[in-house]
């Protein structure tokens, strides 16, 4: 079983930048792929971004493209998303996402056997 806690949301003005935590622990967390996902208010779950087994593997959605940066340390069991100029529509609960295998796609959820509980980012305008 493995388990994810997700850290960092919080409020902050548009603009602003934010740096959003994931540990991983239960199993060998460098045999997975990672993602964000994140879900606002009355929306369904959308793809944030994603990094493979080899760090540099990335994978962005178009949203935060040049905005967003995920990376992972593996000697932590851990993965970030740096997220600079925000924007109110990035007001969102943040999912960390664990897959042992991608069949198809990273931005797909049914991909990932794993969720954590989710960390709440506002940004205000």
């Known amino acids: 079983q493995v388990q994810l806690v997700e850290s960092g949301g919080r409020l902050v003005q548009a603009g602003g930048s934010l740096s959003l935590s994931c540990v991983c622990s239960?199993?060998?967390?460098?045999?997975?792929?990672m993602g964000w996902f994140r879900q606002a208010p009355g929306k369904e779950r959308e793809f944030v971004a994603a990094?493979?087994?080899?760090?540099?593997?990335?994978y962005y959605a178009d949203s935060v493209k040049g905005r967003f940066t995920i990376s992972r340390d593996n000697a932590k069991n851990t993965v970030s998303l740096q997220m600079n100029s925000l924007k109110s529509e990035d007001t969102a609960v943040y999912y960390c996402?664990?897959?042992?295998?991608?069949?198809?796609?990273?931005?797909?959820?049914?991909?990932?056997?794993?969720w954590g509980q989710g960390t709440q980012v506002t940004v205000s305008s």
């Open positions: 996402a664990a897959a042992s295998y991608i069949w198809s796609e990273y931005n797909v959820g049914a991909e990932y056997d794993y």
């Open positions: 239960g199993r060998t967390f460098s045999n997975y792929h």
């Open positions: 990094i493979g087994q080899i760090p540099d593997k990335t």
